[in-house]
C-alpha cells in the first residue's frame, strides 16, 4: 500500500464551524506533514510530525490545531477560519527518522476547503 | 534557510520537443532534489530526484541533472506529449530538517 488517504476531499465550512481533516497512510513512515496550497502555488508547510510529535509549526495560526494519535493518523482541526485560508490541504509522509529528511514525500489528494 | 529559484515560470512547447526546467538553490547543504509534476486538481506525484552524489539521471523520457557546485539543477522532458502538460515544481532538502523547498512552478503547456 503506497497511498496516502485523506477525507473529506471537499469541504465547505463558514467561520464560525468546527470541522476536521483526516489522513492515513500504512507505509510505515514516522514522519507526516500537512501543507497548504494555492492554485498554482507550490505546497507551504505548515506543521511535521515526526514520531508521532510535533517537530516543526510554521507559524501557523492558532485556528489551525494539528493532532497525531498514532504513527498511522494524522488530523488537522479547524476553527474559526477565514475566506482567505480556502486552499487545498495536502497530507504527506515520508520515511524521515529522527536523523533527518531520507526523501520522497507521498501525497495524499487533498481536502479542498472552501472557507464562507 | 534554503531558498530554491525556477525558471520559466511557463513554458509551451510543440509536441514532439523537448522542455527544460532549471532550477537554483542556496544551501550548500542540500542534497535530495525531487521532481513534483501537479495535473490539474491532482495532487503533486514524483517523477524523478537526484541525490547529490550523482550528476544525472533518467527515466525514459525524462532526465535529471545537477551541478553541484554552481548550485543548479534541471529537468529535461524529450519528445513532450500533450499529457506532460501540467504544473512542474523542483523542490531541494537537506538531511538536517524536514523541510521541502519548493521553487514557484512552471506551468507547462504541450501544443499539439
Known amino acids: 500500500d503506497t497511498e496516502v488517504t485523506q477525507t473529506p476531499k471537499h469541504l465547505v465550512m463558514g467561520m464560525t464551524n468546527k470541522k476536521s481533516l483526516k489522513c492515513e497512510q500504512h507505509?510505515?513512515?514516522?514522519?507526516m506533514y500537512w501543507y497548504k496550497q494555492k492554485a498554482k502555488k507550490p505546497p507551504e508547510l505548515m506543521f511535521v510530525y515526526s514520531y508521532e510529535k510535533l517537530s516543526i509549526n510554521e507559524s501557523v495560526p492558532s485556528r489551525f490545531s494539528p493532532e497525531c494519535p498514532n504513527s498511522s493518523l494524522l488530523n488537522l482541526h479547524l476553527h474559526a477560519l477565514q475566506p482567505e485560508d480556502s486552499a487545498l490541504y495536502l497530507c504527506a509522509s515520508s520515511q524521515a527518522g529522527l536523523a533527518g529528511n531520507t526523501g520522497e514525500l507521498f501525497f495524499g489528494e487533498g481536502s479542498r476547503l472552501t472557507v464562507l | 534557510g534554503e531558498n530554491v529559484e525556477q525558471h520559466p515560470s511557463t513554458l509551451s512547447v510543440q509536441e514532439g520537443d523537448s522542455a527544460v526546467i532549471k532550477c537554483t538553490y542556496s544551501?550548500?547543504?542540500?542534497?535530495?532534489f525531487p521532481w513534483y509534476k501537479q495535473e490539474l486538481g491532482k495532487r503533486p506525484q514524483l517523477i524523478i530526484d537526484i541525490r547529490s552524489n550523482v550528476g544525472e539521471k533518467k527515466d525514459q523520457r525524462i532526465a535529471v541533472t545537477l551541478n553541484k557546485t554552481a548550485k543548479h539543477f534541471s529537468l529535461h522532458i524529450t519528445e513532450t506529449q500533450p499529457e506532460d502538460s501540467a504544473v512542474y515544481f523542483c523542490?531541494?532538502?537537506?538531511?538536517?530538517?524536514?523541510?521541502?523547498?519548493f521553487g514557484a512552478g512552471t506551468t507547462v503547456t504541450v501544443r499539439a
Open positions: 544551501d550548500s547543504a542540500s542534497n535530495y
Open positions: 523542490a531541494a532538502s537537506n538531511p538536517n530538517d524536514y523541510k521541502l523547498s
Open positions: 507505509m510505515g513512515h514516522r514522519a
